[in-house]
């Protein structure tokens, strides 16, 4: 029998590998940071305040002998919202669903009580291969690193027993380092497959969730701590402006942003508006750039009360 014709086992791919792996870790551990590095390319909203991430985004690294798919997921924490609840839901189903996780814990911080509490929930989800990524290395000097990877494998050691983390990664996503073998290391777990994306595809997300995060990055910029969770951005239309030359093609981009409180609505829009133009000027380039045209941004600040303890409302915009 040729080569040809012999039947393919399951598992024959030519040592391709593809699978999908989870980056967990407490708020503004650098889960957003690193999946934009690992994918080389912006695909997840990234901000100085906790709790940005409201959606799991993939990203698809691509490489000649595998692809991994990157799942960011909102930061396990203890909720105190329905909304809090509803996205450690969220993160404990993705959990049951990828070949690896990714336990992503910062080296300026030292180990607390949330990142204990997110040990013992990895723990719990079976026997998933978990590698331990120290982000953020390059805020700390060698000694303070080391120290860290020590606590971090203690860690593992209390939460898996001896075996402890598949592995242990310093990692600086701003700088590079060891970027890269975060990739290799997430990669080695991921089972034999074919591509399960096209060449080149970097997120499977739908346009308008990528544009509302853009929005919802810009807004966020600059504001008070209380804000991050009580802004929802929605996308009510994305389309083609009419009579328009085809040379010079225009969407229209209209957007509601929601916050719970008029003091909210007031931060947003700023002194005469000023807030709400600088979000639609630094918003506008990120789209532009996704979406490949110009575009009209059309923003409006809605109040609607207490959205996060509402579950009516919660379904409205999206969660």
């Known amino acids: 029998m040729s080569k040809k014709n012999k039947p393919e086992k399951h598992d024959d791919f030519g040592g391709f590998r593809a699978g999908f792996s989870v980056l967990v870790g407490r708020p503004n551990a650098g889960k957003s940071t690193l999946t ?25 690294v ?84 080391t120290e860290q990877l020590l606590a971090v494998a ?17 990692v600086s996503a701003t700088d590079g380092f060891q970027v890269d073998t975060v990739a290799d290391v997430l990669i080695s777990h991921m089972p034999p497959s074919p591509p399960l994306y096209p060449d080149g595809e970097l997120t ?16 966020l910029e600059g504001v008070r701590d209380e ?19 085809e040379d010079s093609p225009l969407l229209d981009v209209r957007v509601n942003l929601y916050v719970e409180r ?26 532009e750039a996704l979406l490949g045209t110009r575009i009209y941004l059309d923003l409006h600040v809605k109040v609607a009360k207490d959205w996060q303890r509402d579950p009516k409302q919660l379904v409205k915009l999206g969660f």
């Open 262 to 287: 008029p003091s909210q609505k007031a931060i947003i829009i700023g002194k005469g508006g000023s807030r709400l133009r600088e979000v639609g000027t630094n918003a506008r380039k990120g789209i």
């Open 62 to 145: 691509h490489r000649q002998d595998a692809q991994l798919i990157l799942v960011d997921t909102p930061g396990l924490h203890r909720p105190r919202t329905l909304l809090g609840k509803r996205l450690n839901d969220l993160v404990a189903d993705t959990l049951a669903e990828v070949d690896a996780i990714g336990f992503c814990l910062p080296a300026n911080e030292k180990i607390g009580p949330g990142d204990k509490f997110i040990a013992a929930q990895l723990a719990a989800a079976g026997r998933k291969p978990v590698i331990a990524i120290v982000t953020k290395a390059d805020t700390v000097d060698r000694q303070a690193l």
């Open 204 to 219: 499977d997300e739908p346009e308008a969730v990528m544009v509302a995060e853009l929005i919802r990055e810009a807004a």
């Open 154 to 170: 203690a860690l593992g050691r209390e939460v898996l027993g001896e075996e402890g983390w598949k592995d242990i990664v310093p």
């Open 36 to 60: 934009n590095a690992l994918v080389g390319k912006k695909v997840a909203i990234t901000s100085a305040k906790p709790q940005t991430t409201r959606h799991t985004i993939r990203g698809i």
């Open 227 to 245: 804000l991050p969770h009580s802004l929802a951005v929605v996308v009510e239309e994305i389309v083609p402006r009419e009579d328009r030359p």
